[in-house]
T-cell receptor
Framework: GAVVSQHPSRVICKSGTSVKIECRSLDFQATTMFWYRQFPKKSLMLMATSNEGSKATYEQGVEKDKFLINHASLTLSTLTVTSAHPEDSSFYIC????????????FGQGTRLTVV | GENVEQHPSTLSVQEGDSAVIKCTYSDSASNYFPWYKQELGKRPQLIIDIRSNVGEKKDQRIAVTLNKTAKHFSLHITETQPEDSAVYFCAASLGGSASKIIFGSGTRLSIRP
C-alpha cells in the first residue's frame, strides 16, 4: 500500500498557542485528505475533508476557525489547531486517498496533542 | 449523513476460536465497506474490504459478509491467535475518490491463551 507520513507524532503546547500538524503522502498523489480526531478508547471522528487546491469541508460541529486545514499540494495537507486549549488534547490522524487507489484510504501514524 | 453502528464494543474469545463483529449502516447509497485493525498507539491498518457488488470476501482467516438489503456487514476471524488482539473498526463509504469514510465505534478484541 501507499505511505502516508504524519508529523509530529507527539506535541505538547501551552494553552493559547497554535500547533501545526503535517500529513504527507510519500509515494502517491493525494487528491483527498481526511482529518480525524480520536479520543482514548473511542472511534475516529471525521473532522474535515480536504481536496487539493480547494477549501476543506468540515463536519457538523467542527469549528473551522479553530481547526484550519490547508491542502496546498497533492502531497501535503496541514491541520493547524489555533489557540489551543486543554480540551483540544487528543489523537489527531490523517488519511489520504489518491489517484490509482480508487477508494482505499491510507492513514498517517497520528499525532498526540497535549495542551497544558 | 451516514451512521455506522458496531457491536460488540468488547469481545473476548479463546485462542483458536472464532470471533464475529457486526455492523450496520444507514445510507443505502454506501457501497464500500472497509475493516481496520488498530493496535494501541498505532495507525489503523486496512485488513479487508468489500464492495456492494459482492456478498462475501475471504482472505485466509478473515472473511467479511455483506447484506445490502438489511444494511448489515460482518467480520469473521477464524482460528484466532494472540496477535489478533486489537481494536477493530468497521466503516462505510459511498466509494469513489473523495468519498469520506465513516467509522463504527470499534470493538476491542482480546484473545485468551
Amino acid at each position: 500500500g501507499a505511505v502516508v507520513s504524519q508529523h509530529p507524532s507527539r506535541v505538547i503546547c501551552k494553552s493559547g498557542t497554535s500547533v501545526k500538524i503535517e500529513c504527507r503522502s510519500l509515494d502517491f498523489q493525494a487528491t483527498t485528505m481526511f482529518w480525524y480526531r480520536q479520543f482514548p478508547k473511542k472511534s475516529l471522528m471525521l473532522m474535515a475533508t480536504s481536496n487539493e487546491g480547494s477549501k476543506a469541508t468540515y463536519e457538523q460541529g467542527v469549528e473551522k476557525d479553530k481547526f484550519l486545514i490547508n491542502h496546498a499540494s497533492l502531497t501535503l495537507s496541514t491541520l493547524t489547531v489555533t489557540s489551543a486549549h486543554p480540551e483540544d488534547s487528543s489523537f489527531y490522524i490523517c488519511s489520504a486517498q489518491g489517484r490509482g487507489y480508487y477508494t482505499e484510504a491510507f492513514f498517517g501514524q497520528g499525532t498526540r496533542l497535549t495542551v497544558v | 449523513g451516514e451512521n455506522v453502528e458496531q457491536h460488540p464494543s468488547t469481545l473476548s474469545v479463546q485462542e483458536g476460536d472464532s470471533a464475529v463483529i457486526k455492523c450496520t449502516y444507514s445510507d443505502s447509497a454506501s457501497n464500500y465497506f472497509p475493516w481496520y485493525k488498530q493496535e494501541l498507539g498505532k495507525r489503523p491498518q486496512l485488513i479487508i474490504d468489500i464492495r456492494s457488488n459482492v456478498g462475501e470476501k475471504k482472505d485466509q482467516r478473515i472473511a467479511v459478509t455483506l447484506n445490502k438489503t438489511a444494511k448489515h456487514f460482518s467480520l469473521h476471524i477464524t482460528e484466532t491467535q494472540p496477535e489478533d488482539s486489537a481494536v477493530y473498526f468497521c466503516a462505510a463509504s459511498l466509494g469513489g475518490s473523495a468519498s469520506k469514510i465513516i467509522f463504527g465505534s470499534g470493538t476491542r478484541l482480546s484473545i485468551r491463551p
